[in-house]
C-alpha cells in the first residue's frame, strides 16, 4: 500500500497524496532536518520539556518541508508558512495551489498533499474507558447510539475511527474542536463515510466533501478529509536519504 518515495511527484487536480513516516529518526538524519527549520520552528521545538518530543517536532516539521519541497521545486528550507487564527499552517506563496494538512501520534506521522483543502487526522488507538462518556459529549446522538449497540470489543476503535474522520473534516475547514458537535459521521461497511453537517437536511451536496479512514498501523487509526466529488488516492512513505 505504502510505496517508496518517488522521485518523480506530479500532483494533478483529483490527486490526493498521502505519506507516512517514522518520527523517530537517527541522529545525522535530525541534524539534517534540524538545519532546514525555521527560527520560530526551532524556538518552537525548545520549548518541550522533553527530549522525545522535542525530536520528534523537529523531525515531523522537516519532513514536512523536505515534502513540499520535492513538490515546489524548492529548498525545504526556503518554505516559508503562515497561520490560521486556530493554528491552521499554509503555504505562506499567495500563487501556492498547493494545499497540505499533518497529523502526528505517538512516533508516526501523516502528511496529506493535494490542490483542495485537505485535511488529515491520526490517533494511536489506547485504551479508552470512558470511550461512551466521550462519545455522549462530543458526539452526534446518532453517532453515539452507533458506538453503544456495539460489542464491548468494537467500541474502542469505532471511537477512535469516528474521531479521526470528524477531526479530518474540521482540520480540513480549519475550525478545530470547537465544530465537533456540528459534523456527523456516518460508517457504513464496507462503504465510505459519510459526512453530514448539523442542522442541514442533507450531506453537502453543493460543496461535497470525500472522507477516507485509513490504516498505517494496526495499533493507529487516521483518516483523511478532501473537498472533492472524486480523488485519486496514492500513498507514500517516506524515506530518509540521511541515513547512510
Not at 515531523?60 to 519541497?69: D, F, K, Q, T, V
Not at 462503504?191 to 450531506?203: K, T
Request: aromatic share 10%; charged share 20%.
Amino acid at each position: 500500500m505504502w510505496l517508496p518515495t518517488s522521485e518523480n511527484l506530479v500532483l494533478s487536480t483529483d490527486d490526493v497524496h498521502i505519506w507516512l513516516a517514522d518520527l523517530d529518526q537517527p541522529e545525522r538524519c535530525q541534524t539534517q532536518l534540524a538545519a532546514t527549520l525555521s527560527t520560530d520552528e526551532q524556538a518552537r521545538a525548545q520549548r518541550f520539556h522533553f527530549d522525545v518530543h522535542r525530536q520528534r517536532f523537529i523531525v515531523g516539521r522537516g519532513i514536512l518541508r523536505n515534502i513540499l519541497g520535492r513538490y515546489l521545486g524548492k529548498e525545504p528550507r526556503e518554505l516559508e508558512f503562515c497561520y490560521s487564527d486556530r493554528g491552521k499552517p499554509s503555504l505562506a506563496e499567495s500563487n501556492s495551489s498547493v494545499c497540505f494538512n499533518l497529523s502526528h501520534s505517538q512516533s508516526l506521522a501523516l502528511y496529506a498533499i493535494a490542490r483542495r483543502p485537505i485535511g488529515i487526522d491520526l490517533e494511536y488507538i489506547r485504551p479508552l474507558d470512558d470511550a461512551l462518556k466521550l462519545a455522549q459529549r462530543f458526539f452526534s446522538h446518532s453517532e453515539y447510539a452507533f458506538i453503544e449497540a456495539l460489542p464491548p470489543d468494537q467500541k474502542q476503535k469505532a471511537f477512535f475511527q469516528l474521531w479521526t474522520c470528524k477531526e479530518a473534516y474540521l482540520k480540513a475547514t480549519g475550525e478545530g474542536l470547537a465544530g465537533l458537535a456540528q459534523v456527523e459521521v456516518s460508517l457504513t461497511t464496507g462503504g465510505m463515510p459519510e459526512l453530514h453537517l448539523i442542522g442541514q437536511n442533507s450531506p453537502q451536496e453543493q460543496n461535497p466533501w470525500l472522507l477516507q479512514p485509513l490504516t498505517p498501523d494496526p495499533n493507529y487509526a487516521a483518516a483523511v478529509a478532501v473537498a472533492a466529488d472524486r480523488w485519486q488516492l496514492n500513498y507514500w512513505q517516506w524515506l530518509s536519504g540521511f541515513n547512510n
